[in-house]
């Protein structure tokens, strides 16, 4: 994952970090700080949802093409083929539950 893609992590610490900020604000009657604050809420916020989304689109892919690749190891015999997609269908499914 580059630095560039969304994160989980990133998402919530950017949140969490906006909340801090936003109530230490409020307490001060910083109106300005209480602004900022609520900003880098909405910013973590978004960038979790992104990476909710990015890893259910992975989650889809994998599950799609190791269900090809397993029709495709039954229809050839092939249970070495058959066995690495399952395994990638399970993953994609796992993978897109994770991220609901």
Sequence with gaps: MSSNEPSKISGNTKYYQGAAKETVG???????MKAEGKAKKAEGEGEYKAAQVQGQAEGYKD???????????KALGNEQMQGEGKIKKNAGEANKEINK
């Design 26 to 32: 409020n307490t001060l009657g910083n109106e300005q």
């Design 63 to 73: 599950k799609t093409t190791g269900g090809i690749k397993e029709t495709a190891g």
